[in-house]
């Protein structure tokens, strides 16, 4: 299966964005998918996840309560909507999945088998 990015672009402090993460070979909704983002000179960081079925979901600190991380499974998509941007949301942002695990706060930290290639997101007035 693979895994694609898409929606990056560049945005004004406060506006908006919405990436899209579109699964083929498989079905987005069996597995567990996270958002990742990674930042000119910083390590890659965890922003959130979806759990399979999309019951539940995780938000990392930096980014609770402005973004919202969705599925649709009739188009086999994850979306991250991003609201309220900031400059230091500045980075190259990626979707991930891995079967063996679950959406919690660990899933970041595991090295996941299947990456997008990214989508870059620049936030500048």
């Known amino acids: 299966g693979q895994l694609q990015a898409s929606g990056g672009g560049l945005v004004q402090p406060g506006g908006s964005l919405r990436l899209s993460c579109v699964g083929s070979g498989f079905t987005l909704d069996y597995y567990p998918i996270g958002w990742f983002r990674q930042a000119p000179g910083k390590g890659r960081e965890g922003v959130s996840c979806i759990s399979r079925g999309g019951g539940s979901t995780y938000y990392a600190d930096s980014v609770k309560g402005r973004f919202t991380i969705s599925i649709d499974n009739a188009n086999n998509t994850v979306y991250l909507q991003m609201n309220s941007l900031k400059p230091e949301d500045t980075a190259v942002y990626y979707c991930?999945?891995?079967?063996?695990?679950?959406?919690?706060?660990?899933?970041?930290?595991?090295?996941?088998?299947?990456w997008g290639q990214g989508t870059q997101v620049t936030v500048s007035s």
């Open positions: 991930a999945t891995d079967e063996r695990y679950s959406c919690a706060p660990s899933y970041f930290h595991y090295d996941l088998d299947y």
